[in-house]
């Protein structure tokens, strides 16, 4: 077993080596679990609007609530600086929107952010600049990476270059796509990392983090390149939550055809667009409306989810369980 994965380790080397591209590979950061074997964690998207449509009241019952459960880190789905992303890395607002709106203890940990489309309507490259983490060093943001925590394995995928609207519609927005062009070559990429990443990944748990929806009864739906492209991946690898934003709701879809989950915690700041969508009631598990966040707690054979609300009710809990030996 051993030699096979040092045998399988020097054949990758070699590859590298020969087609150095071709092999790119998902950058890899190790969290540590708990002296228990747990972890716990926020759960927060489309937020920084310089406190106002109650994101300090999400941030402040984050705070409390993450204090309750002695969070290990914050996951955010992105859409991180609204309207257009930051200017620069000395773009003011992310002071405003981050630094100064969430400082509760409990919050001083490692966020781990991925990009939105309002994010790439900025300048991009600022909000994943090394710079951003001299200047708060809770920031950590790339395209798409994974985040290793014994207990669970966190897959960040960059989802917005996917949406082909971005790229069609009549120019309202310009986007940021340096280093994303060209586009086709992009996405295969991604596809091809994440996919292979997820087979080699051993976590008793897999959960991919992304901006926008795969199943979502909220203002945007459901994204069909997501259905087409990452979808089958997801299933195929046995994934068990997919984490998302881009709707400005609390949302938890199951699937009728596998056990993945799909988690909409998109209710950082301006919510309440009050048009929900039909969906089928048998999958359709919870959907809120309004401000709130996720929290997640993990153990080997077990994972809790709740919902909460800015006055820190519990909106939605659901959990699931694996026994100790089986990893699918
Ligand atoms: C803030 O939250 C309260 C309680 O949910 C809600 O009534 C109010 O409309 C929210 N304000 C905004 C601007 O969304």
New binding site residues.
């Given amino acids: 077993m051993a030699t096979m994965k040092k045998l399988n380790n020097f054949i990758s080397f070699i590859l590298l080596l020969l087609f150095p591209v071709a092999m790119a590979e998902l950058h890899r950061l190790e969290h540590p679990v708990n002296i228990d074997g747990s972890i716990s964690l926020l759960v927060v998207g489309d937020w920084g609007r310089r406190g106002t ?2 994101q300090s ?1 999400v941030a402040q019952q984050m705070g409390i609530i993450g204090e309750k459960l002695n969070i290990d880190f914050v996951v955010s789905t992105g859409d991180n600086f609204y309207d257009d992303g930051l200017t620069g890395v000395d773009d003011p607002a992310f002071e405003e929107s981050f630094t100064n709106v969430y400082t509760a203890q409990s919050l001083q940990k490692n966020w781990y952010n991925v990009l939105g489309n309002h994010d790439y309507r900025g300048d991009a490259l600022a909000q994943l600049s090394p710079i951003l983490k001299q200047k708060d060093n809770r920031w950590i943001c790339m395209r798409s990476y994974i985040v290793d925590t014994d207990v669970a394995e966190f897959f960040f995928v960059d989802t917005t270059p996917f949406q082909d609207m971005y790229f069609t519609t009549p120019k309202d927005h310009t986007y940021d796509w340096r280093n994303v062009m060209p586009r086709k070559d992009y996405l295969s990429q991604v596809l091809k990392d994440l996919d292979s990443a997820l087979r080699e990944s051993s976590a008793k748990w897999k959960i991919v983090v992304g901006h926008h929806t795969i199943k979502s009864a909220g203002h945007h739906g459901s994204s069909e390149e997501l259905g087409v492209h990452l979808l089958p991946i997801l299933q195929a690898n046995n994934v068990d939550f997919y984490l998302n934003g881009h709707d400005h709701c609390l949302e938890h879809i199951s699937s009728s055809d596998s056990p993945l989950q799909f988690l909409t915690s998109g209710g950082g700041s301006k ?2 667009r009050g048009d929900m969508n039909w969906w089928n009631p048998k999958e359709m598990k919870f959907y809120y409306d ?2 709130g966040f996720m929290a997640m707690q993990i153990t080997q054979t077990q994972v809790w989810i709740q919902f909460f ?2 006055f820190g009710n519990i909106l939605h809990k659901w959990s699931a369980s694996k026994d100790l030996v089986s990893n699918i």
Avoid: A, E, K, T
């Fill in positions: 449509f109650n009241q919510s309440w309004g401000q609300d800015i």
